[in-house]
DNA sequence: GTCAGGGTTGACGTTTACGTCAAGCTTGGG
DNA sequence: CCCAAGCTTGACGTAAACGTCAACCCTGAC
């Protein structure tokens, strides 16, 4: 089911990234695809985890954060210590984007109130043009 | 009213940033502080600014992209044509900035899923070992 | 057989966003 | 007078995240 793999360059167009950006993550331990001899065979995972990657980039994390980041999806081995500190970064890390959001929130705002006041003084503009 | 204005150090104790980064961001065209000789004084007008750069740093945006931002509160001369294409500007961002939250949204619900099933496993755990 | 179309490993180059000196001015305090 | 504190302008250094070669291997098509 999940045995399908993919070459280096179908991931490059699926995801619209350079091999080179691939291997780049490969040598950071963000992702790990199998390896066949030389050749890469990049796995389901590498791809959930290159989505994660990508969406970690355009909030604005360093790969070194996203590499932790990553972490949290993985419970290893189940130990009961490990899925409690898993669980226990997890919410420091909810905790984080939450108040990213909300810290977003206002930055929409000032921007909609901006936008009105610039809106205001359009319409004066108009009304003295007609006046 | 407005006429106060902040040495260097001053602004870096109040934003936690260093004086090389305040001169950088000067350089950039970022900040346009009041120069007195040699010295620079800045105004209120570039704590705001100082602020918005900060933010869309934590947003992941670069300096380039932080100063259109920056553009798009300023209302020039006030001329129709240019209120106009700020407003225009400021509805694309606007937009990007609605999408980001969504994405957001969606991350921090899938770490909450995630969450749960982590605490799903550890409860297991617990019935496993008192059974 | 050779040739284009993939893939591979180095290894050096580049951009962004500063850090980190060096060397110098100026101003209040003792 | 001298000094420390704070400011200034260079100018070189650096970390992150790749870009961009070079040089090589393999495989299927003609």
Redesign the interface.
């Known amino acids: 089911m999940s045995e399908e793999t993919y070459t280096i360059g179908e991931m490059c167009r699926a995801f619209d990234v350079t091999p080179r950006a691939l291997r780049f993550y490969e040598q950071k331990e963000l992702l790990k695809p199998i390896r066949e001899g030389q050749h890469r065979h990049y796995t389901n995972r590498d791809r959930a985890r290159l989505k994660l990657i990508l969406?970690g980039?355009?909030?604005?994390?360093s790969l070194a954060e996203i590499r932790e980041l990553l972490e949290?999806?993985y419970?290893g081995d189940?130990q009961?210590t490990q899925?409690?500190a898993?669980?226990d970064a997890?919410?420091k890390?909810?905790v984080e984007?939450?108040e990213?959001?909300e810290?977003?929130?206002a930055?929409?705002g000032e921007?909609?109130e901006?936008?009105t006041l610039?809106?205001r003084?359009?319409a004066d503009?108009g009304h003295r043009a007609a006046g």
Chains 1, 2 share one sequence.
């Open positions: 969406r980039k355009r909030f604005g994390f949290l999806y419970v189940g009961k899925l409690e898993t669980l997890a919410e890390h909810h984007l939450v990213k959001r810290e977003l929130t930055a929409i921007l909609e901006h936008m610039v809106r003084m359009l503009k």
